[in-house]
């Protein structure tokens, strides 16, 4: 079992190793894993730009903990875990001739994570900042934010890829 928390630094310090972890899984795993699933090559793109940002959010991370003077041991997040199940369990579902289907449902997983990630980062802005480190507020809310614009990329590749369905079948 993961340490006993006795204060809110603490609990800040132990939900940014959780971030680490997903970063972490995002960036080794997760997302190389996506760009080769996916087929729409603007999701392909949206994916292969996040990766490098990612690893980005990873340095960054471990600089607020290292500011906390806090371990920087990355700690296992079941919610992160329990999406992945969710996407695996979903493209086995799918069944089609093309790869509209499996391309939304790779979006449909990334777009959840940039929530859980958006969440993630926008609490621990207030809780950092109602602690009085307003650095470390202002740096995660930058990374809310990269985490918004990804989001929108991975939106506009999915409406294109919609697009392009009802376009070609209306030929
Ligand atoms: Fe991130």
Same mark, same amino acid.
């Given at each position: 079992?993961?340490?006993?928390?006795?204060? =809110?630094?603490?609990?800040?310090?132990?939900? &940014?190793?959780?971030? @680490?972890?997903?970063?972490?899984?995002?960036?080794?795993?997760? @997302? =190389?894993? @996506?760009?080769?699933?996916?087929? !729409?090559?603007?999701?392909?793109?949206?994916?292969?730009?996040?990766?490098?940002?990612?690893?980005?959010?990873?340095?960054?991370?471990?600089?607020?903990?290292?500011?906390?003077?806090? =371990?920087?041991? =990355?700690?296992?997040?079941?919610?992160?875990?329990? &999406?992945?199940?969710?996407?695996?369990?979903?493209?086995?579902?799918?069944?089609?001739?093309?790869?509209?289907?499996?391309? &939304?449902?790779?979006?449909? !997983? !990334?777009?959840?994570?940039?929530?859980?990630?958006? !969440?993630?980062?926008?609490?621990?802005?207030?809780?950092?900042?109602?602690?009085?480190?307003?650095?470390?507020?202002?740096?995660?809310?930058?990374?809310?934010?990269?985490?918004?614009?990804?989001?929108?990329?991975?939106?506009?590749?999915?409406?294109?890829?919609?697009?392009?369905?009802?376009?070609?079948?209306?030929?």
């Amino acid at each position: 079992m993961a340490e006993l928390l006795t204060n =809110p630094r603490e609990l800040l310090a132990a939900r &940014l190793r959780q971030m @680490l972890w997903i970063e972490l899984q995002l960036s080794e795993d997760v @997302l =190389p894993q @996506l760009r080769e699933q996916a087929h !729409a090559p603007d999701l392909q793109w949206a994916f292969e730009r996040h990766i490098l940002e990612t690893e980005g959010h990873v340095e960054a991370v471990r600089e607020v903990l290292r500011d906390l003077e806090a =371990p920087a041991d =990355p700690e296992e997040s079941p919610a992160f875990e329990g &999406l992945v199940a969710e996407h695996e369990q979903l493209v086995k579902q799918v069944f089609e001739d093309g790869h509209l289907l499996s391309d &939304l449902a790779h979006a449909q !997983a !990334a777009l959840a994570t940039e929530h859980l990630e958006m !969440a993630g980062y926008q609490s621990l802005a207030s809780l950092a900042e109602t602690l009085g480190e307003e650095t470390i507020g202002i740096r995660l809310r930058e990374l809310m934010e990269q985490e918004e614009l990804a989001l929108e990329q991975v939106e506009r590749a999915t409406a294109k890829l919609l697009a392009e369905k009802v376009e070609s079948e209306r030929l």
